[in-house]
């Protein structure tokens, strides 16, 4: 099984990119998939998740309003819309995927890597003018 993002690269402020997701070799329905950030010399922050089945969303606050997560169920894939882009959404943004009620619960979903059963490699994001 694995999970390859793909979209990222440098966009100035103010700027818009759109992530990419596309999961294999596990059944995609019923699994929660989530966007979590790394920017440089910090911790992993979770940005959004969406579930596959249900279609329920969540998105950490600072990302609210301009960051729209979706899925194409025949694809199999996981999409991220960033729009209004800021230098401090620089990171690389991973795709992971988990199940049950530890990944989201409430309004919010894990960050941790071990809470999520499969993790991509990363796509690098970068916002500079």
């Known amino acids: 099984a694995r999970l390859v993002e793909s979209g990222g690269g440098l966009v100035q402020p103010g700027g818009s990119l759109r992530l990419s997701c596309a999961a294999s070799?596990?059944?995609?329905?019923?699994?929660?998939m989530s966007w979590v950030r790394q920017a440089p010399g910090k911790g992993l922050e979770w940005v959004s998740s969406?579930?596959?089945?249900?279609?329920?969303?969540y998105y950490v606050d600072s990302v609210k309003g301009r960051f729209t997560i979706s899925k194409d169920n025949a694809k199999d894939t996981v999409y991220l819309q960033m729009n209004s882009l800021s230098t401090e959404d620089t990171a690389v943004y991973y795709c992971a995927a988990g199940r049950g009620v530890h990944v989201c619960s409430g309004v919010y979903c894990a960050t941790d890597r071990d809470e999520y059963t499969y993790w991509g490699q990363g796509t690098q994001v970068t916002v500079s003018s």
């Open positions: 070799g596990f059944t995609f329905s019923g699994y929660y």
């Open positions: 969406i579930h596959t089945g249900a279609g329920s969303t």
